[in-house]
């Protein structure tokens, strides 16, 4: 079969087709026409990366036709070399997925040898930059999991609500304390709100303290952007941000407590050198308005999202609908087997997704100002250390196993020789004492019979 870099014609290879499959959409057209090249990578060979974003996507092998003479063979070669020492594939376009040709050593010395990987269009190149980098992706919730925020009415709503179950005559002491110190907590907050909508000033302590201009970006349709200068209260001793979504409209102002340990939690997901550990996405029901305000109060540097990539990844789920790593990575590609959910509801997710999530309790300040769990560190600290593990071991399993097996692979070798792909979800999992792979993930050869992988693991 004819290969081709756009116009120019590099040889012809003869296609062998992995056993029991038929090559008649592989290449429809009887030809391999080369688009483009992926970027050249620093520590990531390229099967390693197609692996992780599309375990055992063989569609076939290239040799080149040794019998063929043409002059033109010799860029054939060039190819081939320039892939194997650069690190890059040769992509073919193929409709919604990319053809990749790896490059691979082959025992008949001097033959251009290639596999033929496909992928989701776009998602070699996104997630190739995030494994050289060494970065996973987060993804976080954002009302009762990192913020919890009120206005006028939803004051008001609340505290008519827990003085209406302290009418109950059958509450015991206990309960019955509980609540008033619930509505006394809420009520001080709700007097701080009416001081910023009245005065943009509160009393903290003894002290005023009035409010000071913050400038945000509005993204509007189109790719539209417009600067607010927003009045701002911040009070760190509290966890608390006042702000007022439209200035113009002092009734749009909210309360924003922020969940302790949240600073702390930020610090863990960017090195001290400024490198990120994690690309971090929101994924949220609250509407797109306020929901950019409540990130910016919780990056206001905008050093986990920047202000260009807010659009791309704040993400926006109607209520009663569900939310899915599939819609998160929609227009910022990462692959959903690189991601941990950081949410306080488990149910809103979609199955397949849920062994991705860590699910924590609901932050409501005004019943545990603290934050606490029972072993003693709050939340963010307990999601603090469950980053760093789940990344150590996602990198100790891809560098440990998936890259040394990749190295010693040959043209020769078949795909299932290949380990299974490390998965953030494993480690999840494993956190809990219990190891659930997805049921849709191929079966590492590793840890099973090659008819178990071709046939279905065993019941």
């Known amino acids: 079969m004819p290969v081709f870099e756009r116009d120019v014609f590099l040889g012809n290879v003869d296609v062998f087709l992995p056993s029991g499959t038929s090559g008649s959409g592989v290449f429809p057209s009887n030809e391999i026409r080369i688009s483009r090249r992926s970027p050249a990578s620093s520590r990531c060979p390229p099967l390693a990366?197609?692996?992780?974003?599309?375990?055992?996507?063989?569609?076939?092998?290239?040799?080149?036709?040794?019998?063929?003479?043409?002059?033109?063979?010799?860029?054939?070669?060039?190819?081939?070399?320039?892939?194997?020492?650069?690190?890059?594939?040769?992509?073919?376009?193929?409709?919604?997925?990319?053809?990749?040709?790896?490059?691979?050593?082959?025992?008949?010395?001097?033959?251009?040898?290639?596999?033929?990987?496909?992928?989701?269009?776009?998602?070699?190149?996104?997630?190739?930059?995030?494994?050289?980098?060494?970065?996973?992706?987060?993804?976080?919730?954002?009302?009762?999991?990192?913020?919890?925020?009120?206005?006028?009415?939803?004051?008001?709503?609340?505290?008519?609500?827990?003085?209406?179950?302290?009418?109950?005559?059958?509450?015991d002491d206990a309960t019955q304390l509980a609540l008033r110190d619930q509505l006394s907590n809420v009520s001080k907050d709700h007097i701080f709100l009416k001081d910023f909508v009245e005065k943009r000033a509160i009393t903290v302590d003894d002290e005023v303290v009035r409010s000071q201009d913050e400038k945000s970006m509005l993204h509007k349709p189109g790719g539209l952007r417009q600067v607010i200068v927003r009045p701002v209260i911040r009070v760190p001793t509290r966890n608390a941000v006042l702000t007022c979504l439209d200035p113009t409209d002092a009734e749009s102002s909210y309360f924003a407590n922020i969940r302790p340990g949240w600073d702390d939690l930020k610090s863990c997901l960017i090195t001290a050198?400024?490198?990120?550990?994690?690309?971090?996405?929101?994924?949220?029901?609250?509407?797109?308005?306020?929901?950019?305000?409540?990130?910016?109060?919780?990056?206001?540097?905008?050093?986990?999202?920047?202000?260009?990539?807010?659009?791309?990844?704040?993400?926006?789920?109607r209520q009663g609908s569900k939310k899915s790593l599939q819609h998160v990575f929609r227009k910022s590609l990462c692959h959903p087997n690189m991601a941990i959910v950081i949410d306080d509801r488990l149910d809103v997710w979609d199955e397949k997704d849920k062994r991705h999530v860590h699910n924590l309790p609901a932050y409501n300040p005004s019943v545990a100002a603290e934050d606490k769990v029972v072993h003693g560190p709050n939340a963010l600290q307990i999601v603090r250390s469950i980053t760093r593990k789940v990344h150590k071991g996602f990198f100790s399993e891809f560098d440990g196993m998936l890259l040394k097996a990749v190295d010693e692979l040959m043209y020769e070798n078949d795909v299932l020789d290949l380990p299974y792909t490390p998965d953030v979800g494993d480690y999840l999992q494993l956190r809990n004492n219990k190891i659930v792979r997805r049921s849709d993930a191929p079966i590492s050869p590793k840890h099973t019979s090659r008819a178990e992988v071709q046939n279905g693991s065993k019941n």
């Open 273 to 317: 050198n400024g490198c990120r550990r994690y690309k971090v996405y929101v994924c949220t029901m609250a509407g797109r308005y306020y929901a950019l305000e409540a990130w910016r109060l919780l990056d206001p540097e905008g050093r986990l999202i920047s202000s260009e990539e807010i659009s791309q990844r704040l993400i926006c789920v």
């Open 49 to 171: 990366v197609l692996q992780v974003i599309s375990a055992y996507s063989l569609r076939c092998k290239l040799q080149e036709n040794t019998p063929d003479l043409h002059p033109g063979s010799l860029l054939l070669g060039n190819l081939h070399s320039t892939c194997w020492n650069q690190r890059m594939t040769a992509v073919v376009e193929a409709g919604g997925e990319e053809l990749h040709l790896v490059a691979m050593q082959s025992k008949v010395k001097g033959v251009p040898s290639f596999w033929c990987w496909s992928a989701q269009k776009g998602l070699y190149t996104a997630c190739l930059g995030m494994l050289n980098q060494r970065r996973l992706a987060i993804v976080f919730d954002l009302d009762q999991t990192l913020v919890s925020c009120y206005n006028e009415q939803t004051f008001k709503t609340l505290m008519k609500k827990i003085e209406s179950s302290l009418e109950n005559p059958e509450l």
